[in-house]
């Protein structure tokens, strides 16, 4: 991990085309600009934290919870 010391104003580059720039220092929080790509994917990290465990728990589905969901699709296509 590379640990820095910024000023309000002052930034780093990350790469050719990401700027972060520290906008202001106030209390015991800091704001930060982030000057990237629009395809680029920027997240807080509480929220992608909370995307990668969602995305981990949409993969444990369990064959019972499969079968019940097949079964009720198949009753919606299949009115009887």
């Known amino acids: 991990m590379l640990v820095l010391t910024r000023k309000a104003g002052e930034g780093i580059i990350i790469g050719d085309n990401i700027k972060v720039t520290v906008i202001e220092v106030k ?7 982030i000057d ?17 465990q969602e995305n981990k728990e949409a993969t444990q ?20």
Do not use: C, F
Not at 27 to 33: C, L, N, T
Not at 36 to 52: C, F, G, L, S, T
């Open 27 to 33: 209390g015991g929080g800091i704001r930060i600009g």
């Open 61 to 80: 589905w369990k064959l019972a919870d499969l079968n019940s969901l097949s079964a009720s699709l198949t009753a919606r296509k299949d009115p009887k």
């Open 36 to 52: 990237a790509p629009a395809e680029m994917k920027i997240h807080r990290q509480e929220v992608y934290d909370r995307i990668i």
